[in-house]
Nanobody
Framework: VQLQASGGGLVQAGGSLRLSCSAS?????MGWYRQAPGKQRELVAT???????NYADSVKGRFTIDIDNPKKTAYLQMNSLKLEDTAVYYC??????????WGQGTLVTVSS
């Protein structure tokens, strides 16, 4: 399965960015992880095809993940961005056939 992620960039603290991740197969779940310099990769958010979601405590109330099943695409809306949100964000997918895959990372940089 192939993933195509987009939407990273440079934004000032308090600003917003929207990440998207499209899969080449239908999705059971999709999520984003992030890895900041010198830190371990951490789960940010997950969405399942039925619409249920899960968030890291650090992003609850600021980030929203949703899914467009026909488009095989998930979106991560990131609002009220903080300096500590700076990281490389990786999307990951589990397809309906049970395949897991990772997309290329997209860099999100939050400046003061």
């Amino acid at each position: 399965v192939q993933l195509q992620a987009s939407g990273g960039g440079l934004v000032q603290a308090g600003g917003s960015l929207r990440l998207s991740c499209s899969a080449s197969q239908y999705i059971n779940s999709m999520g984003w992880y992030r890895q900041a310099p010198g830190k371990q990769r951490e789960l940010v958010a997950t969405v399942w095809s039925a619409g249920s979601t899960n968030y890291a405590d650090s992003v609850k109330g600021r980030f929203t993940i949703d899914i467009d099943n026909p488009k095989k695409t998930a979106y991560l809306q990131m609002n009220s961005l903080k300096l500590e949100d700076t990281a490389v964000y990786y999307c990951t997918v589990r397809t309906l056939t049970g395949i897991e895959a990772w997309g290329q990372g997209t860099l999100v940089t939050v400046s003061s």
